[in-house]
């Protein structure tokens, strides 16, 4: 069974048990590494987070999932190009672009233990503003709230040139909200070389730099229309 299944079928026992000792021995029996390999990411990050305080040179954090910047060259300025399209003066910043994430692979389950694990720290400690990825991996954050709901951030004149098709809604109390949008061929990010395939894009609910992030989004909307 795939982790992601695997996880899914977890939840579900939990949620069958009504003693606390008991789903606490269920989490330590089943999980005792990943909460050690996470606890691990949390010691790395704050790390990480002490030693850039002060840093001024990220306009906007950008997590790109299972993407082909791993076998073909990428245009690694199309997040700030889209900026600059935007209106926005970004200076000397660039986006910080995390393009080496890797999920589902054949026979790679304990590999894509640690990948979640590492982006949990990241949406956990705010490190992350744009994320983009297929439904799947999309689903999995969707779940528990990691997206701002863009219909509160972005003007529903832009919003009406979308098809119902191109919306992705889900929230994590199950009521409709507007976390994501579809990027089909053609999109910047395909055209930079990033993906071949559909993908999704959302924004981090509490991510340092949620005005760029949005004004990002606006920018492919625009670009649509």
């Known amino acids: 069974m795939r982790f992601l299944d695997q996880l899914k079928t977890d ?3 939990l949620r069958e048990m009504n003693d606390n000792r008991q789903r606490l021995n269920f989490i330590w029996d089943y999980y005792k590494f990943p909460i050690l390999a996470l606890l691990l990411v949390i010691v790395i990050a704050v790390t990480s987070l002490i ?4 840093r001024t040179g990220v306009c906007m954090y950008a997590v790109l ?7 073909i060259d990428c245009d690694m300025a199309v997040f700030d190009d889209l900026l ?5 003066d970004i200076g000397k910043k660039k986006t910080d672009i995390q393009a080496d994430y890797s999920l589902g692979r054949a026979h790679e389950e304990s590999e894509d233990m640690e990948t979640l694990q590492i982006l949990n720290a990241l949406f956990l400690f705010n490190s992350v503003d744009v994320y983009v990825s297929d439904k799947e991996y999309f689903d999995y954050f969707a779940e528990v709230g990691a997206f701002a709901d863009l219909s509160l951030l972005i003007d529903q004149e832009l919003l009406s040139g979308l098809d119902e098709s191109d919306c992705y809604y889900q929230d994590a109390s199950g009521h409709p909200a507007l976390t994501g949008i579809y990027l089909h061929e053609g999109s910047p990010l395909h055209e930079a070389g990033f993906y071949h ?4 894009i ?5 991510g340092e730099n949620l005005d760029y992030a949005v004004e990002l989004i606006k920018q492919l909307l625009r670009d649509r229309n």
């Open 51 to 54: 030693s850039n305080i002060g």
């Open 197 to 200: 395939n559909d993908v999704i």
């Open 11 to 13: 939840r579900r026992k």
């Open 84 to 88: 600059k399209e935007a209106g926005l």
């Open 65 to 71: 999932i299972n993407n082909d910047s791993i076998a």
């Open 202 to 206: 959302g924004v981090a609910n509490g």
